[in-house]
């Protein structure tokens, strides 16, 4: 494919925006890619490793002249950076994001974006535990899904032209409204995410099993509570408070389904429980179906992982 963006502009130089940068220049997508992060530590680490041509102490300073802005900072941060960078966008740019929530954004970014510049919301549903500039890799993006939700009235020549970037670096692209998106995301990330902090925090409390038995036998239930619960904390704190009403619905349909479970243990209700297992194990085998994890045992990892 040819250079699609002669000039991207990453803002946050994260997992996420790290991973773009080098899926970007392995298949040669872009001419040059200019970053800023918050931290010279971070921006320093980014010219060491080559995901970026330039780096700027600024946002503002990053996207002069940049056919393609990405947003790859936490939620609560989006307004102040869409503020800031907003008298310095280049007319007909695009700017989008990867923000877990997109209501949220669209509510930060949009009112600051001037006429003739295309904001188009995103969110690739790719990621690891792992954060900074050094944790991302080039096939980060391979066979994941990459939601768009375009506003009403964005331009579709725009919109085709994100699409086609990014399916370039192995993603599958959907559209979806705003709303939507994030009812699905707090079913599939957010209440997931939110259950294994807890379960994480329960072992904490129960000071009746130490410390050390707790990580000598994490078997992998426990043991994959803890990966989720590695994730960023900034960001995560953002996606709750930003998604609020969506999670909260979902939190409350699981509460419902863990009191029914309770009343089948205390009251032996195997038949209950058999047939809860076997449905929601289906559902697992359907994610292995669409190529969305494997099948391979301790979920295909290394004894490093």
């Not at 899926?23 to 890619?33: Q, S």
Request: charged share 20%; proline share 5%.
């Amino acid at each position: 494919m040819s250079v699609s963006y002669d000039k991207v502009a990453l803002i946050g130089l994260g997992l996420i925006a790290g991973s773009m940068a080098l899926a970007m220049r392995e298949k040669g997508l872009v001419g040059t890619i200019a970053g800023h992060a918050r931290t010279a530590e971070t921006r320093a680490v980014a010219l060491e490793l080559g995901l970026c041509d330039t780096v700027h102490e600024t946002a503002a300073e990053a996207v002069q002249g940049a056919d393609l802005v990405v947003l790859a900072v936490p939620v609560g941060a989006m307004a102040d950076v869409a503020r800031e960078i907003a008298p310095h966008l280049k007319p007909g740019a695009t700017v989008t994001d990867v923000g877990s929530v997109k209501q949220a954004v669209i509510e930060a970014v949009a009112p600051e974006m001037p006429e003739g510049v295309h904001f188009i919301p995103g969110h690739p549903l790719a990621g690891t535990e792992h954060s900074g500039p050094r944790s991302g890799f080039p096939t980060l993006f391979v066979n994941r899904w990459w939601l768009l939700t375009p506003l009403p009235e964005a331009d579709a020549e725009a919109v085709a032209k994100l699409r086609a970037l990014v399916e370039a670096m192995g993603a599958h692209v959907d559209e979806m409204d705003a709303a939507h998106h994030d009812l699905v995301l707090a079913v599939t990330s957010h209440a997931p995410h939110l259950i294994a902090y807890t379960m994480v925090g329960v072992a904490d409390d129960l000071r009746r099993v130490t410390d050390s038995e707790v990580i000598k036998y994490s078997a992998a239930g426990f043991r994959d509570f803890t990966r989720i619960a590695a994730s960023d904390p900034t960001m995560w704190r953002d996606v709750f408070l930003t998604n609020r009403e969506a999670t909260l619905e979902i939190l409350g349909r699981f509460t419902e389904e863990l009191f029914a479970l309770q009343r089948a243990i205390r009251t032996g209700d195997g038949e209950h429980l058999f047939d809860y297992f076997t449905r929601t194990r289906a559902i697992r085998r359907g994610i292995i179906e669409a190529g969305q994890d494997t099948a391979a045992p301790d979920f295909g990892r290394s004894k490093g992982g």
